[in-house]
């Protein structure tokens, strides 16, 4: 009997080992995930539509494969769906309100490359390999409860590219210092460099594709 979860928490182990009391467990650490092969960057913008004009320069400046940005909540999931659907780009929306049934077809078109763009919440930061992903996009960085930064879930997130050991591009859209608080606390616990990018630079955009 063998069991696999990106994550299990105290709860979960206790319900498995009720299951298999005496389980061999082979578990990959935190700290051993590696993000060596994601270019990271953050853009500094004033508002909600700045952040949209930043995507714009992006997919001016660099072939993007497929990309999934990472929203907070579903209003402003669906509210950016809606502008880049306007502007062209070939747009699903994967949240929590969908059935299960719903997610997987939106996860299946996607995977088949009908839509280019993937726009959801947390439901997604997890769990799923689609090789074609070439960049993630943190439209709102991952807090907890709390409002604090969260690491675990950032990771996850970014981790949606670069798979099957191919380099990927995590960008992250700032606005505000509470923002770029939370930004410098991921950057500092995993001790890897995000670098600043200016969207407004063409040259920039270009050499971040490469």
């Known amino acids: 009997m063998l069991f696999f979860s990106a994550t299990y928490d105290k709860e979960v182990m206790n319900f498995a080992q009720h299951i298999v009391p005496d389980p061999t467990i082979i578990r990959l650490m935190r700290e051993q995930e590696s993000l060596e092969n994601i270019k990271q960057y953050y853009v500094r913008c004033m508002n909600e539509e700045d952040k949209y004009n930043a995507?714009?320069?992006i997919y001016a400046g660099i072939?993007?494969?497929?990309?999934?940005?990472?929203?907070?909540?579903?209003?402003?999931?669906?509210w950016l769906a809606g502008k880049m659907s306007s502007d062209g780009h070939s747009v699903a929306v994967l949240s929590g309100d969908l059935t299960v049934e719903q997610r997987l077809a939106v996860l299946d078109r996607f995977r088949a490359g009908l839509e280019k763009v993937l726009i959801t919440t947390n439901v997604l930061s997890r769990?799923?390999?689609?090789?074609?992903?070439?960049?993630?996009?943190?439209?709102?960085?991952?807090?907890?409860?709390?409002g604090n930064a969260d690491?675990?879930?950032?990771?996850?997130r970014i981790g949606?590219?670069?798979?099957?050991?191919?380099?990927?591009?995590?960008?992250?859209?700032?606005d505000g210092e509470k923002a770029m608080s939370i930004c410098k606390y991921i950057e500092?616990?995993?001790?890897?460099?995000?670098?600043?990018?200016?969207?407004?630079?063409?040259?920039?955009?270009e050499k971040i594709g490469y």
């Open 55 to 57: 995507i714009q320069n």
């Open 63 to 78: 072939t993007i494969g497929q990309a999934i940005i990472f929203c907070h909540t579903r209003k402003t999931a669906g």
């Open 127 to 146: 769990g799923i390999d689609i090789e074609q992903v070439t960049i993630v996009v943190n439209f709102d960085l991952p807090m907890d409860a709390k």
């Open 151 to 156: 690491c675990e879930t950032y990771l996850h």
């Open 160 to 174: 949606r590219t670069g798979r099957f050991g191919k380099n990927g591009i995590a960008i992250n859209l700032v």
């Open 188 to 205: 500092n616990h995993f001790k890897k460099t995000i670098q600043l990018l200016d969207t407004g630079n063409s040259d920039e955009i």
